[in-house]
């Protein structure tokens, strides 16, 4: 990863933007409907450090190189990260593609390398993204105090609200019913009771490519990992990047069972050719774990 991509708060900040022309407009597009302040300067404005008091980002869009690199200077003087349009050296971070969904978003970046790469893996993800999932974001997020105090267990928190997320009220969210979804998730709420957990087997001499969807799946889901050596890094990178890894040394049959009495969701991803042996191995202390 050559750029670490980061989501800035917008709700009651500044966006200046420098520039006249269309870049400047593509710039200003960006955050129609936002809640963001965006502020527009000239370039002999933005020259001005004093300018940028107050922004959390700045866009530069002028064609002269004097008057961009003035007020790129400018804007790293009052300390904003810049972006200057066509002039990625001069850059502090990129603009990536964005695929906007209100409490969603999705962002493809190439490091300024490949913008049409970008947009073409934009309109990948633009169409398998409803247009209601950040209306599902608003429900979690209004319905996160609730959540958290009906499951203050962080494991039992995650399994109700994977299930949830294919549930009645995330269908109710994404259709625009608020008021419906809000109730459907209270009732689930009310009546959830904790999970069984469960142990999956994930060959990891990879490719990654030839992984099944419910594979994959698992990986992005488990709460804990147990990793033995030799596991391709192309398999690891899809896991989730918080789950807490284990080596597959460090953690007996006993300590499988207690963590799945917990409830917790394991995957032990094996040495290549090995996930039949590690089944074996399970079966044999009474556990009984899934091949993926």
């Known amino acids: 990863m050559n750029a670490f991509p ?25 955050f ?5 302040e965006v502020v527009r ?50 850059c502090d971070f990129t603009t990536p593609a964005l695929i906007d969904r209100g409490d969603v978003v999705a962002a493809v970046g190439t490091g300024g390398t490949a913008p049409l790469l970008a947009s073409l893996l934009r309109g990948d993800i633009e169409a398998r993204l409803p247009e209601g999932a950040g209306h599902v974001a608003a429900l979690l997020g ?23 997320l294919s549930g009645p009220a995330a269908e109710a969210a994404l259709a625009g019913d608020a008021k419906r979804a809000e109730t459907l998730l209270r009732e689930a709420m009310a009546a959830d009771a904790p999970q069984d957990g469960r142990i ?21 889901e488990a709460d804990l990992l147990i990793v033995e050596e030799g596991v391709a890094l192309e398999i690891l990178v899809l896991a989730r990047r918080d789950a807490p890894r284990l080596g597959a040394a460090d953690i007996e049959a006993a300590d499988i069972a207690e963590k799945l009495a ?8 094996t040495a290549a050719g090995a996930a039949e042996g590690r089944a074996d191995l399970l079966a044999a202390s009474g556990i009984a774990a899934a091949i993926l």
């Open 41 to 90: 300067l000239t370039a002999v404005q933005g020259a001005d450090p004093q300018a940028y008091a107050g922004a959390v980002l700045a866009f530069v869009a002028i064609k002269d190189d004097g008057q961009a690199a003035a007020a790129v200077a400018a804007a790293r003087v009052a300390r904003i990260p810049v972006n200057a349009v066509d002039r990625p050296a001069l």
């Open 6 to 30: 980061a989501f800035f708060t917008l709700a009651g900040r500044r966006v200046v933007i420098v520039g006249e022309g269309e870049g400047a407009q593509i710039k200003a597009r960006l």
């Open 32 to 36: 129609e409907g936002s809640p963001a």
């Open 200 to 220: 999956r087997l994930l060959d990891g001499g990879g490719p990654a490519d030839l992984l099944t969807l419910r594979a994959a799946r698992a990986l992005s």
């Open 262 to 269: 917990e409830g917790l969701q394991l995957v032990w991803i």
């Open 142 to 164: 209004r319905m996160q105090g609730e959540v958290r105090e009906a499951f203050p267990d962080l494991a039992r928190r995650r399994a109700f609200l994977r299930s949830a």
